[in-house]
């Protein structure tokens, strides 16, 4: 009986020696239609987790990374297995390796984050624990993921002073009011349209087409393109 502290004490050794498990999520954002006022609002994917720790809970899609995948093929494997996307643009966000993230282990996860256009987000295969969600409302999430989306959002609002990012959660043709709707959607604020459409007409790489966006009631606005690489860092107001 007197042995079994030292045991004990030997298997916390044991457990404190062993690397932590690695693990790929991803977080993907894209523009949805608000149910209230049906203009655009960023939202992402969760899935229901089915197993301990934290069964029930709602987390971001992700998994274990094995020997076989390079990271970026396990995160994109990962989001094509549990939501059926492929999203053009796949980032490597952060590490988050908190002591405390999982009560099992300790697990380091590499992050990944995602664009997808709005017809990308309606191919996303929901089911009763894939479904979408708006990214500024969510409730408590597995794991440390509130703090990882509130991150990912963090980033995302400070990139969008650079000309790429907005684009990706746009088609390849689109209004200028549409670009203006991608800003609003992300920073949360209203933004003045006669001052962001001069400003981003004066904006290098927006080029004007010979195409109107058909359908409305009024006179059918001008479509736009973005001819700047993704990569390129274009200030835009």
């Known amino acids: 009986m007197e042995r079994q502290p030292f ?9 404190l020696a062993q690397p932590p498990a690695l693990a790929i999520s991803t977080v993907i954002f894209a523009l949805r239609p608000s149910a209230a006022s049906g203009r655009p609002t960023l939202w992402l994917p969760l899935v229901r987790r089915i ?20 990271l970026l093929d396990a ?17 490597q966000l952060y590490a988050f390796g908190g002591l405390h993230r999982s009560p099992s282990q300790r697990v380091v996860s590499i992050v990944y984050w995602a664009m997808v256009q709005p017809t990308e987000a309606e ?8 479904k979408w969600f708006r990214a500024d409302g969510l409730e408590t999430l597995a794991f440390d993921h ?14 969008m002073a650079y000309g790429s990012i907005a684009y990706h959660l746009l088609g390849e043709k689109f209004t200028l009011a549409q670009v203006r709707e991608v800003y609003e959607a992300v920073l949360d604020r209203t933004v003045d349209p ?6 981003l007409k ?3 790489h927006i080029e004007a087409t010979e195409e109107y966006l058909q359908g409305g009631k009024h006179r059918p606005p001008r479509l736009y393109r973005y001819t700047g690489t993704m990569a390129e860092d274009s200030p835009v107001p």
């Open 7 to 15: 045991a004990s004490a030997a298997n916390v050794s044991e457990r």
């Open 123 to 130: 191919m996303a295969q929901e089911s009763e624990n894939v």
């Open 75 to 91: 995160a994109a494997r990962n989001l094509r297995d549990t939501t059926g996307l492929a999203p053009s643009y796949l980032e």
């Open 202 to 204: 004066q904006t290098p």
């Open 51 to 70: 197993r301990e720790p934290f069964r029930g809970m709602w987390a971001l899609p992700g998994g274990p990374l094995t020997q076989a995948d390079s």
């Open 194 to 199: 006669a001052n962001f459409r001069r400003q």
């Open 146 to 159: 509130n703090h990882i989306v509130d991150y990912a959002l963090w980033r995302l609002r400070n990139k």
